[in-house]
């Protein structure tokens, strides 16, 4: 899918008025825009990667307009559009429940590292208070020190992990929902006659992309 990277009608366009963002894909055919290493069937397979990262790059870039519209433009494949418009929002689709997926466990994880953490800040806390007791003054305030960096350590990361860890997830996870759900067209313009032809149902609704197409 190089060939969309380097077009210059790749470039996004945001329609500020609207509020609308606008990304323009051009290829020579829309196989282009599949995975040609994927064996199953057409009508499964997974966008081309340069595809998808170009797509990824260009509305990230424009996360503050309301409405999200991708734009394939292709001289040869008119018959593949429904494809492509059913491909874009399964492979979007998979990638936002894998994110979701991913911040769950990490706040599952976080929490038990917060448990073990609160564990070892009581220990040394503890230990602390003993060998204050026990051991002699200067041995003790060396000791104690070193304790309760230890402690304040034991915490320091799982908290991290709570407050802040779970916000780049959720950004990307928010992403590949918003991508799943635009607005995808595709023309396709007969070289032969010069003639721009419109292969029918050009956009495709979020209540569509639910439904997987009838297998060939």
């Given at each position: 899918m190089s060939s969309a990277r380097k077009s210059p009608a790749g470039k996004g366009r945001r329609d500020r008025g609207a509020g609308a963002a606008t990304v323009n894909i051009r290829v020579r055919n829309l196989t282009q825009m599949f995975n040609s290493l994927d064996p199953s069937p057409f009508w499964d397979r997974d966008l081309d990667q340069h595809a998808a990262e170009f797509i990824e790059e260009e509305f990230s870039d424009k996360r503050g307009a309301r409405r999200w519209r991708l734009r394939v433009h292709a001289s040869e494949g008119a018959a593949l559009a429904p494809d492509v418009r059913s491909a874009v929002a399964r492979y979007y689709q998979r990638l936002a429940s894998s994110a979701r997926r991913r911040q769950r466990e990490q706040t599952r994880l976080g929490q038990l590292a917060l448990l073990g953490g609160a564990l070892i800040f009581l220990l040394a806390m503890s230990v602390r208070e003993i060998l204050?007791?026990?051991?002699?003054?200067?041995?003790?305030?060396?000791?104690?020190?070193?304790?309760?960096?230890?402690?304040?350590?034991?915490?320091?990361?799982?908290?991290?992990?709570?407050?802040?860890?779970?916000?780049?997830?959720?950004?990307?996870?928010?992403?590949?929902?918003?991508?799943?759900?635009?607005?995808?067209?595709?023309?396709?313009?007969?070289?032969?006659?010069?003639?721009?032809?419109?292969?029918?149902?050009?956009?495709?609704?979020?209540?569509?992309?639910?439904?997987?197409p009838a297998a060939r």
């Open positions: 204050a007791k026990l051991l002699p003054h200067g041995t003790s305030m060396l000791i104690d020190e070193g304790l309760i960096i230890l402690a304040w350590l034991a915490l320091w990361r799982p908290t991290e992990l709570l407050v802040y860890g779970w916000v780049p997830l959720f950004r990307q996870r928010r992403l590949y929902e918003r991508l799943a759900a635009m607005s995808v067209s595709v023309r396709v313009d007969d070289g032969a006659s010069g003639v721009e032809r419109t292969p029918p149902a050009q956009d495709i609704s979020a209540a569509d992309r639910a439904a997987p």
